[in-house]
């Protein structure tokens, strides 16, 4: 079946560094979406890609779609503590199926 | 807020015993999905209904199930709990049959002593 797997597991920064998560699926995508789960929340939806190497920013955030529909990233430029949380994308085949998420902290 | 309600918020039980976890989706949408979260793991699917019928299934024990009424709320039944089943469960929901956003609602967090 369908596998997403997102690398690192974990990642702990200075606050100001950049970080990024990759995601990759076993298979071709139609979309893939990234979600943000604070500690003690839920999910929350960011944002959806579709096309073959697409690119959107929202504000610090850059999220990629790979050509091949397999993969994506999600960069954030110089990150505040607002940004902790577990970071899970989620690719659409016939499913939405999740990843095993990134989880992020930051060093004040 | 996502405007998915879940109840209760807290629930402690027993190794055994049976629970019942309720859901109501967003107004308007057709698909709601139950997801179970143990603590530092990932979301694992466990089913998803699309108006009132069961549309996907996926590491979901014999000993859970789920339904979604006319109204299109949902339950998740628990039965023969044991400790391993203490972890957070989400129930999302979305408009469309399997694709599309997925809003989450706040979680039970279930506790099986």
């Known amino acids: 079946g369908q596998q997403v797997m997102q690398i690192p597991q974990y990642q702990h920064v200075q606050e100001g560094e950049d970080f990024t998560t990759y995601c990759n699926s076993s298979t071709t995508l139609s979309n893939i979406q990234w979600y943000k789960q604070r500690p003690g929340g839920h999910p929350v939806f960011l944002i959806q890609l579709v096309k073959s190497g697409e690119v959107k920013k929202q504000k610090r955030l850059t999220f990629q779609f790979g050509e091949a529909k397999k993969n994506s990233s999600l960069h954030i430029t110089a990150t505040q503590t607002t940004d902790v949380g577990t970071y899970f994308c989620a690719g659409l085949n016939e499913k939405l199926t999740f990843g095993t998420g990134t989880r992020l902290t930051i060093i004040p | 807020d996502s405007g998915v309600t879940q109840t209760p918020k807290h629930l402690i039980t027993a190794t055994g015993q049976r629970v019942t976890l309720r859901c109501s989706p967003r107004s308007g949408d057709l698909s709601v999905y139950w997801y179970q979260q143990s603590l530092d793991q990932g979301l694992q699917f466990l089913i998803q209904?699309?108006?009132?019928?069961?549309?996907a299934k996926g590491n979901i024990l014999e000993r859970f199930s789920a339904q979604q009424f006319p109204d299109l709320h949902s339950e998740l039944n628990l039965s023969s709990l044991e400790l391993g089943d203490s972890a957070l469960y989400f129930c999302?929901?979305?408009?469309?049959?399997?694709?599309?956003?997925?809003?989450f609602g706040p979680g039970t967090r279930l506790l099986v002593l």
């Open positions: 999302a929901s979305s408009g469309a049959q399997g694709i599309g956003t997925q809003y």
């Open positions: 209904y699309y108006n009132g019928e069961e549309r």
